[in-house]
């Protein structure tokens, strides 16, 4: 029972540290304003 519990913690820690990354991206994101990946571009 032990071993089979142990065999999930790797899925566990990959679920949890992608879902940070997920989160970190998405909050700083936000307070770029409405310009989005055009206002970063050389073009403008």
């Known amino acids: ?3 089979a519990a ?3 913690w790797p899925l ?6 992608l879902f ?3 989160a ?3 909050f ?3 307070p770029s304003g409405t310009g ?3 206002a970063r571009s050389p073009h403008s």
Do not use: E, K
């Open 1 to 3: 029972m032990a071993d």
């Open 6 to 8: 142990y065999g999930l």
């Open 12 to 17: 566990v820690i990959l679920n949890t540290a």
């Open 20 to 22: 940070v990354f997920v």
């Open 24 to 26: 970190i991206s998405f």
């Open 28 to 30: 700083t994101r936000v």
């Open 36 to 38: 989005g990946p055009r």
